[in-house]
């Protein structure tokens, strides 16, 4: 298995952590994710990181090291937004759009934060752990022939 | 439905009874039983209310076009039959040329990602197997290999030669089949028949092995789901035998053909800076000339002890990316027939108790056997809490398999990076500049699946 290493950064410095990492080698970002860690706040962190609700974790490749980065920002409940790499790495637009989307975290600057796998207007961000699923019960014909 | 055809309700208890499930914006998900079931949703739930096409309240006068500049726009798909699947492009156009285009996705969005997080991590490969409905292989095993990561598993000798075979048979196939489609789309029926056909001998395997010809949830966590069958080897060898003659025939029909390279020299350049700034992988990348394939250059299962080329294209038009693919298939039938001469005998499962069920026969034998057996498929087995990402070469690019555990038995968040998804992202690059005529070839020299575009 390739080398990769996990960062953890403050949302205040995600951005200037990014461009670093840029510069030293890491041409191409993969990927990037949202977690909502709402029923999970005593997960394993270092010591210095104070656990939000929300995690946004970007993967950057390094294609001439052959390595990988991985950055891990904590997002509070109360304030879910991050600045956005879309001007760094043109290829994060759609990966942000995707977090907006499901899991409502909002992408400062970023250069068309609409909603992408779910319709227009849809209301509420399905990957939050507190979105209900619903259900749908089997509906039964009735007994007596009418219907 | 045998409602009630004249139920004049159904016009006027449109909004009240439609609030149910708040969280939708698109009425309620739940149905009353039958006979309280109003004839508005029964329809809803049938599709011919619920999920209108999106712009289906726009009053046409209220879209503003400046007549004055001469551009159009317009929609192509997401019925479109060359737009492989359900993708919609908005595009700008000035007379026939191509300025600004919009892919819009998201028409066969499932919530597979959300559904993960509700099954096991055994019952995990069934979902993920049907993102890349071409490549289900490839989701299987970067979802089983981040599971394994997280439990800190290291696999038998034959399982991991057992997905490699698998997993390349499944990169021919899945090129195959793009060599199908994309002759069609260009207007070469018969190389769509040649395709299937011999993507047809590949899924004659799958089916022997798995069961099944797609979909398979063969590649699982720790281990497959079954041994290769007698007799493997005879098969795996006439797929080794005959394609690569076939190719050749491609070669003759498509390769050297003026009509066919009409269309696709010079057709949707990418450069290197562009597809590696908007995060392409996999053929697109290697197109423009950058040699980087995960097998090669992060090494996972055996690919370091197996010979094979990274092919590149120069200039990323829809003819390297055609070769790229073409020549890709070859190059996989390469590794295909040393994974069969160094096929090691042994498991085909790990022996961890924690992870494998007990074999079928000591079931009959022995209640704790049953016991553990049932507890496995029921509840599952505990994976140790920690975050892990996961990426392997698909037929398409970089999958990758980004996954939460919170100690459950349960992901408690799963994602998967789908190459295609990012890959889209080209298509305005491509497109920009290009006739329209040259965007049924350049779609299409994407390869899109749109099961993972939307997963």
Not at chain 2, 248 to 266: A, K, M, S
């Amino acid at each position: 298995m390739s080398m990769s290493e996990v960062l953890h950064v403050e949302r205040l410095n995600y951005l200037a952590t990014v461009t670093d990492l840029k510069n030293q080698g890491y041409e191409m970002c993969v990927d990037v994710v949202g977690v909502d860690y709402l029923t999970n706040m005593d997960r394993p962190l270092p010591e210095d990181v104070i656990p939000e609700r929300f995690e946004v974790v970007a993967s950057l490749l390094s294609l001439s090291k052959r390595s990988r980065v991985r950055i891990r920002v904590q997002v509070p409940q109360d304030d879910p937004t991050i600045e956005t790499l879309f001007f760094l790495y043109p290829g994060t637009e759609a990966m942000e759009r995707e977090v907006y989307d499901l899991m409502g975290i909002t992408f400062l600057n970023h250069p068309d934060l609409t909603r992408i796998l779910m319709p227009e207007g849809w209301e509420g961000h399905p990957l939050r752990k507190d979105y209900s699923i619903g259900s749908v019960p089997v509906q039964f014909k009735s007994v007596n022939g009418a219907g | 439905m045998g409602k009630d055809m004249n139920d004049e309700a159904f016009e006027e208890q449109v909004p009240e009874s439609l609030a149910l499930v708040s969280e939708t914006s698109e009425g309620p998900q739940e149905l009353q039983e039958e006979e309280k079931t109003s004839r508005y949703e029964l329809a809803a739930e049938f599709g011919s209310t619920l999920r209108l096409p999106e712009g289906i309240d726009v009053n046409p006068g209220d879209i503003d076009i400046e007549f004055a500049d001469e551009t159009m726009i317009i929609n192509m798909g997401p019925q479109h039959p060359s737009t492989h699947g359900v993708l919609r492009l908005m595009m700008e156009l000035d007379g026939e040329v191509i300025l600004r285009t919009k892919p819009v996705v998201g028409y066969l969005h499932t919530g597979m990602e959300k559904t993960g997080e509700g099954l096991t991590y055994l019952q995990g490969p069934t979902n993920v197997t049907r993102m890349d409905y071409l490549a289900p292989l490839s989701n299987e095993l970067v979802f089983s290999m981040a599971t394994e990561k997280l439990l800190g598993l290291e696999m038998p000798d034959r399982v991991t030669w057992i997905r490699m075979l698998m997993v390349e048979l499944n990169r021919c196939a899945s090129h195959l089949m793009w060599m199908a489609t994309n002759g069609m789309d260009l207007g070469s029926s018969s190389m769509m028949i040649y395709g299937f056909r011999e993507r047809e001998m590949i899924l004659s395997f799958f089916e022997k092995v798995t069961g099944l010809r797609m979909n398979h949830n063969y590649i699982r966590p720790g281990g497959v789901a079954a041994d290769l069958p007698d007799g493997w080897e005879d098969d795996v060898l006439s797929i080794i035998e005959t394609i690569p003659g076939r190719l050749d025939e491609y070669d003759e029909l498509l390769t050297g053909q003026p009509i066919f390279r009409e269309r696709v020299d010079n057709v949707g350049i990418i450069t290197a800076e562009q597809a590696i700034a908007l995060s392409a992988t996999g053929p697109i990348l290697r197109s423009t000339g950058v040699a980087w394939d995960l097998r090669r250059d992060m090494p996972y299962l055996n690919y370091d002890q197996v010979e094979f080329d990274v092919i590149v294209g120069s200039i990323g038009d829809c003819f390297d990316r055609y070769s790229v693919r073409l020549n890709e298939i070859r190059e996989s039938l390469r590794i295909i027939a040393q994974i069969a001469d160094k096929m090691p005998s042994g498991d085909y499962k790990i022996q961890d108790k924690k992870v494998t069920p007990p074999p079928r026969m000591r079931i009959d034998e022995s209640m704790e056997a049953l016991i553990h057996h049932f507890k496995i498929y029921t509840e599952g087995f505990k994976v140790p809490e920690g975050e892990v990402y996961v990426a392997i070469e698909s037929p398409r690019g970089e999958i990758g398999c980004y996954m939460v555990s919170d100690g459950s038995a349960k992901p408690y968040r799963m994602h998967i990076r789908g190459p295609s998804f990012v890959n889209l992202q080209t298509l305005p690059t491509m497109l920009r500049g290009g006739i329209i005529a040259d965007a049924i070839a350049a779609i299409s020299s994407v390869d899109p699946v749109m099961g993972e575009v939307d997963r």
